[in-house]
C-alpha cells in the first residue's frame, strides 16, 4: 500500500512537471464603441476571494450611466445582478473633441472563496460612445515566470562600453536622430551607473526628432506566443516636450521616427514620417490641456486604438524625478499599462496577435521651446519562450 501511494505522488508530481505553465488567470472583459442602453462588455472572472476588480471608462461626449454586474449562481449560468455600491462607476461627462478628460476608474475585489465573473451594463444613454472594461486579478504587473518558460532580457546600462551598432552580438542599439543641430540620438552615458539619454530639439517638426530601438526585429516577441512585457524607469528634465517609450514592429530608422503624436483635438494621430503597423506606447504630450501626462496609445494593424480618442491614465510626470512605465502585452494583443506598478489603463485588441515587436522609445519637440532631455534608467524586456 506504501509502494502504490509513493508511485501515485510520483506520478501526480509528473502531471504537475510536465503541465503546461500558465502566467495569469487574469481576465479581461471590454466593450468599445457602446452607444445603447443594456449594452454590455464581456465577461471577466476572478478565481480567488481578494483578487482585483478594476473599471476603466472613456470615450467622446459620453454621458452613460454604467453598473457593476455579478454572475449568479454558477459560473457560465448567464444570470447577473447589480453589485451594491457600483451603480454608476464613472459618474463624470466625458467632453468631446478637445475637453476629454482622464479615463475613468474604479476599482474593488471578489468576496467569494472561488471568485466570481462580472461585466459592466449601460443603464443610462444620454450622449457618446463608451469605451468601456473591467479587469480581474490584474491591478499589479504580472511576476517573471522564470527562465525555463520566458526569455528575458534586461539592461541596467552600467557603462558606456556597449556599442551602439547593428553588429552587436547581443541586442543591438538601433538609433536614429533629426537634422535638428540640438537633438542627441540615445547614447549609453554615466558612471558608475549608467543611463540611456536621449535629446530633443527644437524645431517643431520631424527633424528635431531622436528615436531608438533595443534589439532587431528578428529579436523581438512573436505577440500570439504569449505574455510580452517591457518596462522602462526614465525620467525627462522639462516637461515640454513629446516622450514615447512602447513596443514597436519596427526598428528607428530614418524612416520610422514617431510612431505616435496628440494634434491638439483629443486625437492621436501616427508621427508624421512612421512606418509602425503595430505598436503601443506611453506618449507625454501637452498640446491639449497644457498639463503634461501620460497617455496609452496603440495601433493594430495601422488601426488606432481607442477609436483614435486619446487615452489618459490620469498620471504625470514630474521633472527630474524617475516614473516606472511598464506595458503589458497578452497572447491576444490585449494591453496593460502600468505606471509605478499599479494599472493605470487597458486597451483590447491593442496588437495584432501576428505582429513582433521590439522596445522603441522616442522624444521630440512639439513647439519651438526648450529642449528637453530623456534619461532612461533601465530597460526591460520579457516574453514567452516559443513552443516549436
Known sequence: MKILKKLAAAGMFAMLAIAPFQVDAAQYGFKVGAGTVSDV????????????????????SMNQVWALEREVGSKGSG????????????????GGAGTG???????????SPNGDCYRLRMTTFTAGTGQVGVVTDRR????????ATHYRIFDDFHTGIQPITVAHAGPSYLTFRGGDAQAIEPLIIGNPEGVLGMTSGNADDDTDMAVGSYGLITQGALVSTGLTVV????HM???????????????????EMEPFEADGSNVISE???TDCQNCAAFLAHDTDTNTFGWLAVSMNANTMGAVADEYTLGVAPVASTYQILRLEVDATGDAFWYINGELKGVEPLALATTAVVIPYYWTGSIAATAISLVLID??????ARPTS
Do not use: H
Not at 462588455?41 to 467622446?60: L, N, P, R, Y
Not at 445582478?81 to 457600483?86: D, H, L, R
Not at 499589479?140 to 527562465?147: C, I, K, L, Q, V
Open 237 to 255: 528634465s522639462t516637461l515640454v516636450n513629446a516622450v514615447g517609450v512602447g513596443l514597436s514592429d519596427t526598428i528607428a530608422a530614418a524612416t
Open 140 to 147: 499589479t504587473p504580472t511576476a517573471f515566470p522564470g527562465n
Open 231 to 234: 518596462e522602462f524607469r526614465l
Open 271 to 273: 508621427g508624421t514620417v
Open 378 to 383: 533601465y530597460i526591460d524586456f520579457w516574453a
Open 101 to 111: 478628460g482622464p479615463t475613468q476608474v474604479a476599482r474593488t475585489s471578489s468576496p
Open 41 to 60: 462588455t464581456t465577461t471577466a472572472c476572478t478565481t480567488a476571494k481578494g483578487q482585483s476588480i478594476d473599471m476603466f471608462g472613456g470615450g467622446v
Open 79 to 94: 444570470v447577473f445582478e447589480p453589485v451594491s455600491g457600483f451603480t454608476d462607476i464613472f459618474p463624470t461627462t466625458v
